[in-house]
Nanobody
């Protein structure tokens, strides 16, 4: 019973920047790890970045040094700041929220509808 809404995607020239946001609502006290995945047509959905409830981060090699994931637990929002964008970053970016039960065991993942990011040459 968690809903995720992404925003911030768009069209940008190579080398530019975008900031994606994902707002969670519902049973937000059960949220643990959140993150961003992306998918290009014909490709599998791939990890971009993850962040735990405590703030520990993990990045795909392609994102290291260019992207920064952060979260604000007060407003239940996760962000992805993207700089130095490349055409290969193009795809639909999806927000992920992992939910745990009352004894801290993962019980499921929730996904947003996605936001399109297009990087032109």
């Amino acid at each position: 019973q968690v809903q995720l809404v992404e925003s911030g995607g768009g069209l940008v020239q190579a080398g530019g920047s975008l900031r994606l946001s994902c707002v969670a609502s519902g049973i937000i006290f059960r949220l643990n790890t959140m993150g961003w995945y992306r998918q290009a047509p014909g490709n599998q959905r791939e990890l971009v970045a993850l962040i735990t409830k405590e703030g520990t981060t993990n990045y795909a090699d392609s994102a290291k040094g260019r992207f920064t994931i952060s979260r604000d637990n007060v407003v239940s929002t996760v962000y992805l700041q993207m700089t130095g964008l490349k055409p290969e970053d193009t795809g639909v970016y999806y927000c992920l929220a992992q939910v745990r039960n009352t004894i801290n065991i993962p019980v499921g993942d929730y996904w947003g509808q996605g936001t399109q990011v297009t990087v032109s040459s």
